[in-house]
DNA sequence: AATATTTGCGCAAACGTTTGAGCGTCTTTT
DNA sequence: AAAAGACGCTCAAACGTTTGCGCAAATATT
């Protein structure tokens, strides 16, 4: 029934050669004959030989594990984001890891913690969004456990990352209202501590200095990226002296809830009120009332490119390069799609 | 720098004792006197020792890993199974590795191979949509890797799994547009390999006649879950003998569709016709349009039993318990759950 | 024909932990 | 006081694989 796998050593005894020569056969290693080599090999495949990986995994010191630590897997923008890392990782053997902080400072900690104890190769990480201290990320650094920050970046130096940038994708929103006619546009903006939410902020101004308008603090408001954070913000918008014909949220979420809200007082989605939007999520699909424009993050790309570059550096620790060049800082432009719905 | 870990044996040599008294008096063994034991303790704690768990699965030949196979991550429903299945399954220590189908039937089953070349000790499965033949996961129980089905299960016998019995769900559907005033009720069913479709088709047959109605068999159809197959199947109904002034739809994402589809053909939702769902998603509350109720599968608590039995099956190999008693049939009951949305 | 080089393979250690068996030493029982 | 038992610890093997080193035989170089 339950029959025990193939070992190395059986073959070897088998054929009366040593556990070495057989490792090495089914290595291709150079110094084994072409003979041995076949013979081991057509052995392993009849007794259906698979390696076992614990055994590698231990005597190689590697888990060839990489956790991956992001806030919420349900969110589409993640799990599309693990899902290229999942495939990222496996082309190259890797074990994927996951645990989500639910958006906890505390929770992300803890995980950062079992994640060490694990052994993981290395760690990729999408903050929480509330997260101000970033020790427990140093600490690992320690260990000679890399990390790779994605997306949700924080904002200190000497990292490895990848993120995307907002500027620009900002910076097009704005003009694509502009152009529309809009000249009190307001922002919904994310919590400060989040790197995206700077650049929005700076992508929104130069887009209005860059067409010769004046920036109006007043109507970038920041927001906790809940409802009631969001309806918050949206009556401070609303309330403020030059009431705004459209807004730029953070996120499509926001959007969603803004919208919701905006709906409630009777203002009319994108005649009296335009929005747009960050994410691109696929429910917008289904929605009639939904952000004139959302600005595309590609989700997939940036798992892609973080677990390549993860990647990259477990083998340069592999080859004892002590002084590994610099830090990775890939940036991926946003952009902006316009949202062409039929005529829902 | 790098700071290598502690070893036990760095423990054992720093205090003169052998490596294997230092891991009994870390595992609380009885033939440890309490000095020792509290000195080794004590050096633990301060030298941060961490146990090797690569050495460790190695030892016991486990990997401690659980195989998760689903078809699509960034399904709602999926995500948040994924979510109760790392949850539980940390909390004995074990980690998940998961990969998706993507509903295909290949795919999966290259997946079950790499899931027995990774030596997972334990496989949960949700099936591709159209997988027909299930020899590949038979083959995995020669390898005494157990298997346990979630949601997606197969129609074969001597299987353990958890699955929601969609009968009631549909029972309760079909009874609440009855009691509505609907007669002629109209379902668009999913693909016939998957137990669920069954299970849905006989609840509403059972309604019916449960309710002295006839059963209408054109008034059943099925589709291969796509925004096409929607279509087609929309089609079909409303071209039926008696059109149907509600329909019953195999889940959230097959009723968005429809109801799409319905609204471009000036049908107005709701009230020339009604739609009760299945799955009861998130992105509903962000809709304007949607089904008037949705039957809840509970995708948390299906991860979450799973898991455990997977986890208990795992133990009673442990135990060499060879016959194990039966096979695990947990089946939740579906619910329904109106949709009270605020004036939206 | 003698020396140098290559080719093909085996030996043994190492990775860190667990665990059955063994063995002194101290305490208890008769 | 001798036998029996409990206690506390050590020894050594085992898990499967990889890899530096060494060694013989075959081949190539003078």
Chains 1, 2 share one sequence.
Do not use: W
């Amino acid at each position: 029934m339950s029959s025990k796998p193939t070992t190395i050593t059986e073959i070897a005894s088998i054929l009366n050669i040593s556990a070495s020569t057989v490792s090495r056969a089914l290595h291709d290693h150079p110094s084994i004959g072409l003979t041995t080599r076949s013979k081991v090999k057509k052995l392993a495949k009849e007794l259906n030989y698979e390696p076992n990986q614990t055994a590698i995994f231990f005597q190689k010191g590697k888990t060839y594990t990489i956790g991956v630590i992001l806030p919420e897997l349900s969110e589409s923008f993640f799990s599309t984001a693990v899902s290229a890392i999942e495939d990222t990782a496996y082309k190259k053997n890797y074990t994927v890891l996951l645990a989500q902080s639910h958006d906890s400072e505390l929770t992300e900690k803890q995980l950062v913690e079992k994640m060490k104890n694990h052994r993981v190769d290395g760690l990729l990480v999408s903050v929480a969004k509330n997260t101000s201290t970033f020790d427990h990320f140093r600490s690992l650094e320690k260990y000679n456990i890399p990390i790779v920050f994605f997306d949700r970046v924080p904002e200190i130096p000497d990292i490895h990352y990848v993120g995307c940038n907002m500027e620009t994708g900002t910076i097009e929103a704005v003009n694509y209202l502009l152009k529309k006619g809009h000249r009190a546009i307001g922002m919904i903006n994310g919590p400060k501590t989040l790197l995206a939410s700077g650049q929005r902020r700076e992508g929104y101004i130069k887009a209005m200095i860059g067409n010769r308008l004046k920036f109006d603090p007043s109507l970038v408001v920041s927001c906790d990226l809940t409802e009631d954070g969001t309806k918050e913000a949206l009556n401070e918008l609303l309330a403020s002296k030059r009431k705004p014909t459209a807004i730029v949220t953070f996120n499509d979420y926001v959007s969603l809830f803004a919208i919701k809200y905006a709906r409630s007082l009777n203002i009319s989605i994108n005649t009296d009120l335009a929005f747009v939007s960050y994410a691109n999520l696929p429910l917008i699909n289904y929605m009639d009332h939904t952000p004139v424009a959302s600005v595309e993050q590609f989700p997939y790309l940036q798992g892609q490119k973080a677990t390549d570059i993860l990647l990259d550096l477990l083998n340069q620790k592999n080859l004892k390069t002590q002084e590994h060049a610099a830090y990775y800082r890939i940036i991926i432009e946003s952009q902006l799609i316009e949202n062409k719905k039929g005529f829902l």
